[in-house]
């Protein structure tokens, strides 16, 4: 893994502790083979003076769903360090109790929510500390003894810590192995089936040696795990007819199983593609999470979508699912919808559901990295260390079922009108059009505009805060049959159908009397605001 450390920039931020944290921490939140759309975390412990003239030693860690990738200083949490060790010498409390408890302990009230695993960096004697979920790393653990594999590979330089649920029971199972450790002959620690924690000194040291234990995991699937070779294509091909219908078919079923809608977005990269003819992915895309960290986007396993019969396939994962839900709940818990938030489709690879674009990009980039961790860790070509293995089904359930992602539950949240809706708007290059385009934007909906103008995407996304994901400018002439084919299959790829049509392309000549009109104009106008519409919704109705 590559070392990003700028000493130039370090130096100059020395004097700021807390720059030099932000500094480092998006030095980590950029590589998502570290950390991916908001995981990881990290921490710094800094000795302050309190407006009564005392000196305090405050935790400053990543406050709740920051993003280490954009994370600025508003975005660390002040914690009072005497409060938090006093926590962790509990033997035990609920989720909610630690949070409500972490909130009492914070130096300013208007910081961010602290990290659930502000305990466990408080509990760690060190001033600077880095977690991530390193693909690598975790891949190791997810094996059938990744306890005794990355003890081979990192000897005594790491603590090894069994899985436990993230949170209190996490930090107290820490506090209570490292009650004797000598921490100084200590690197970082490796959490199983979870992540890796470095810590050091200075914040130099604590990234240098999680760079430097990644990439011993690295090393060591590249001498032993033997990738199979793929065939396919560098370039992803275009969808044919079939394929998008099917698509739109999913997404269909995926949305009534969810109870609302969702969008579809197919992966059919090589990799993607790659990954869903393999013999065995039925068996192995389905034996749990990378890490349980993803289990509140990605559900514990993904739908394998049978080509024969795509819809039987959901309403089987359906109740498979709501079977799971009945073999571990105590009757407290309110179970989420059925639906599945991603799947393997053979031939053609990886489908991600969500109700916005945003949340489809996501899961679709934990899938992938997923489907990568299975393969190596499935090719590693030691018999005894051979195998993806997870979590136990008690364990994901425990994670999937947090007590603090219940009581989201209850609280009161009303989606945008259209979120998970897909609108298609012609002439959206401006008037109506662009108007039209922006309001469904507004309102939660995807959007295709359509246009002549070459400028659509430019102006979509000038006109929209949406992002790039959300908006799709298609360049159009709508009275070229083929163009407006094309157009729709393109929408159909990129959000999984299409829910609304807005006909606004026209053409709308001077006030004529009958016998002024010329063959030109009448021929033009029909084409424009009588043809063109019937051929966009002819090809519509395909999906």
């Known amino acids: 893994m590559k070392n990003l450390w700028d000493q130039k920039t370090a130096s100059r931020l020395e004097k700021n502790p807390l720059q030099l944290r932000v500094f480092s921490s998006q030095l980590l939140g950029l590589n998502s083979d570290l950390v991916l759309h908001g995981g990881g975390n990290t921490s710094v412990k800094l ?47 609920s989720d909610t109790l630690m949070v409500r408890e972490q909130k009492l302990a914070m130096t300013n009230p208007e910081a961010p929510s602290p990290s659930v695993e502000a305990l466990l960096h408080a509990i760690i004697p060190f001033s600077w500390i880095d977690h991530t979920h390193a693909d690598a790393v975790v891949t190791l653990t997810n094996t059938p003894k990744g306890g005794k594999l990355v003890k081979d590979v990192y000897g005594e330089s790491m603590l ?10 996490l930090a107290r199972k820490v506090y209570e192995i490292t009650q004797n450790v000598d921490w100084q002959q200590y690197e970082g620690m490796i959490l199983l089936n979870h992540g890796i924690i470095s810590f050091g000194a200075d914040a130099h040291e604590s990234y240098e040696r999680m760079i430097n234990a990644v990439t011993l995991a690295e090393k060591f699937l590249k001498k032993y795990s033997s990738m199979k070779k793929n065939n396919f294509k560098k370039k992803a091909p275009a ?11 999913i997404r269909k079923k995926v949305s009534i199983i969810g ?11 090589p990799e993607a593609q790659f990954f869903s003819i393999l013999p065995n992915v039925k068996n192995i895309s389905t034996r749990g999470p990378i890490t349980s960290d993803h289990l509140i986007r990605t559900k514990p396993a993904p739908v394998y979508l049978n080509q024969k019969n795509v819809e039987k396939s959901i309403e089987d994962f359906a109740s498979k699912y709501e079977a799971y839900f009945d073999r571990h709940t105590n009757r407290k818990q309110t179970r989420l919808d059925s639906a599945p938030r ?21 899961i679709s980039d934990i899938a992938m990295h997923t489907a990568k961790a299975i393969q190596q860790a499935e090719n590693i070509n030691l018999v005894n260390y051979r195998g993806w293995k997870t979590i136990s089904e008690d364990h994901i ?10 009581a989201k539950l209850k609280t009161e949240f009303q989606p945008p009108e259209f ?87 026209g053409t709308f000549p001077a006030g004529q009397t009958i016998e002024e009109i010329d063959d030109e104009t009448w021929k033009k106008s029909l084409k424009t605001n009588l043809t063109a519409p019937q051929q966009l919704l002819q090809s519509w109705c395909r999906f």
């Not at 709740?64 to 600025?72: F, K, M, P, V, W």
């Not at 810590?161 to 029971?169: A, E, H, S, T």
């Not at 359930?397 to 219940?406: K, N, S, T, V």
């Open 342 to 362: 991603w799947g393997v489709w053979p031939e053609q690879g990886i489908v991600s559901f969500g109700r916005n674009s945003n949340e489809t990009e996501i």
């Open 239 to 249: 969808l044919n007819q079939e394929t998008l219908s099917t698509l739109a078919r």
């Open 419 to 505: 979120e998970g809706k897909i609108a298609v708007v012609t002439g959206a290059a401006s008037g109506i059009g662009l108007t039209c385009a922006a309001h469904f934007s507004q309102l939660g909906a995807a959007v295709a505009g359509l246009d002549i103008n070459p400028g659509i995407n430019n102006i979509l996304s000038e006109h929209t805060n949406s992002g790039s994901t959300h908006i799709l400018g298609i360049q159009c002439d709508v009275t070229e049959k083929h163009a407006v084919a094309k157009a729709v299959a393109k929408t159909v790829q990129c959000f999984g159908g299409i829910d609304i049509l807005v006909l606004n392309a």
């Open 397 to 406: 359930f425990e994670a999937e079922y947090w007590e603090l992602q219940q």
């Open 259 to 269: 109870g609302a809608a969702s969008l579809a977005r197919l992966n059919n990269s």
């Open 160 to 169: 090894i810590i069994p899985y436990v649920m993230p949170g209190f029971k």
């Open 47 to 93: 000795r302050e003076t309190n407006i009564f003239g005392e000196e305090e030693d405050i935790l400053y860690v990543k406050g709740s769903g920051r993003n280490l990738a954009t994370i600025d200083i508003e975005g660390f949490t002040p914690l009072r360090l005497t409060n938090m060790h006093k926590l962790a010498e509990l033997v035990h409390i």
